[in-house]
């Protein structure tokens, strides 16, 4: 059974959805609350190796889809900066197979990988829609079956 580590916004409909869907395909996932995960530029930037700097962002984060935050302004080195600071601004998931990591939900990265999830559209974006993004994070969902790790 193929394993992998997923940083998430606890709460999280998008997800909570992803998580079901690689679970469904018989993959173990360890979940790992990315808000509260200690990060260093370093151990995050290996998450966006062949990524530009703009895509390590969330377009759906309050600060960036309100204009607050314009990720074409930053280079690489305050780009991780800014997220390791406001980690709300990071895309998502953070995925970590083996010694191999990636941002965001990325179905053909997954296939490389051994991974086959079911064909149609895969959930991205936000699930709560812009009313949720009036405040720094979506409300929680009752999901007691992603309890992070006790490491």
Same mark, same amino acid.
Do not use: Y
């Given at each position: 059974?193929?394993s992998?580590?997923f940083?998430?916004?606890?709460?999280?409909?998008?997800?909570?959805?992803?998580?079901?869907?690689?679970?469904?395909?018989?993959?173990?996932?360890?979940?790992?609350?990315?808000?509260?995960?200690?990060?260093?530029?370093?151990?995050?930037?290996?998450?966006?190796?062949?990524?530009?700097? #703009?895509?390590?962002?969330?377009?759906?984060?309050?600060?960036?889809?309100?204009?607050?935050?314009?990720?074409?302004?930053?280079?690489?080195? #305050?780009?991780?900066?800014?997220?390791?600071?406001?980690?709300?601004?990071?895309?998502?998931?953070?995925?970590?197979?083996?010694? #191999?990591?990636?941002?965001?939900?990325?179905?053909?990265?997954?296939?490389?990988?051994?991974?086959?999830?079911?064909?149609?559209?895969?959930?991205? /974006?936000?699930?709560? /829609?812009?009313?949720?993004?009036?405040?720094?994070?979506?409300?929680?969902?009752?999901?007691?079956?992603?309890?992070?790790?006790?490491?």
């Open positions: 059974m193929p992998l580590k940083w998430w916004k606890p709460g999280c409909a998008t997800n909570t959805r992803q998580i079901e869907l690689l679970r469904a395909a018989g993959v173990a996932v360890e979940v790992r609350d990315l808000l509260t995960e200690a990060w260093s530029p370093a151990r995050l930037e290996a998450f966006f190796v062949d990524r530009p700097v #703009t895509e390590w962002f969330n377009p759906a984060a309050p600060a960036v889809k309100h204009g607050l935050v314009d990720p074409a302004s930053f280079d690489a080195g #305050t780009a991780l900066e800014r997220l390791v600071a406001e980690p709300l601004l990071i895309r998502r998931p953070l995925i970590e197979i083996g010694e #191999t990591r990636r941002s965001g939900f990325d179905k053909k990265w997954l296939a490389a990988r051994g991974i086959d999830l079911p064909s149609g559209p895969l959930p991205e /974006g936000c699930g709560h /829609g812009d009313a949720a993004h009036g405040e720094p994070s979506c409300p929680p969902l009752s999901s007691p079956s992603f309890s992070s790790p006790s490491s």
